[in-house]
């Protein structure tokens, strides 16, 4: 059972750390997306794109 509590808890930590990650398509990198959670009809995406070509 304690081993258990403890995969949960190690999982729930590492789960933030994983979420800022990096897309590569070709030369072209999306690194650490996000948006923020609106009411509105409209949001927004930010993100820091890198161009290696």
Not at 1 to 14: D, I, P
Not at 16 to 30: K, N, Q, T
Not at 34 to 51: P, Q
């Amino acid at each position: 059972m304690r081993l258990a509590a403890f995969a949960a808890v190690a999982l729930l930590l590492a789960a933030p750390a994983s979420a800022h990650e990096f897309h590569r398509l070709g030369d072209v990198v999306v690194e650490q997306p996000w948006a923020r959670a609106t009411t509105a009809a409209t949001g927004g995406a930010y993100m820091t794109l890198r161009n290696n070509g």
